[in-house]
């Protein structure tokens, strides 16, 4: 599901490099924190969230055809202050 999630969210972004999937397991399910350039984030939301959605409802067919509970976090690293 890893390399499923990678692969249709590095086909939306402009900076392709940038995006990062870490799977973490939490009580039996499978939280996705996906991580992706600040100026791409609202690429992967899409308007009204639509996007993610969409992706959320794909990840969640295929985990469970694959008897899994899978999730997507998207995860906005906070830009440092600079002094």
């Given at each position: ?58 990840l969640l067919v295929g ?21």
């Amino acid at each position: 599901m890893e390399a499923f999630l990678e692969y249709v969210v590095k086909g939306l972004v402009e900076k392709p490099e940038a995006v990062t999937v870490t799977p973490v397991d939490r009580n039996g399910l499978t939280v996705y924190q996906l991580r992706v350039d600040p100026q791409d984030v609202a690429r992967v939301i899409g308007r009204q969230g639509t996007t993610i959605n969409a992706i959320r409802a794909l990840l969640l067919v295929g985990s469970a055809r694959k008897g899994l509970r899978c999730i997507v976090e998207i995860v906005e690293d906070q830009p440092q202050p600079r002094y």
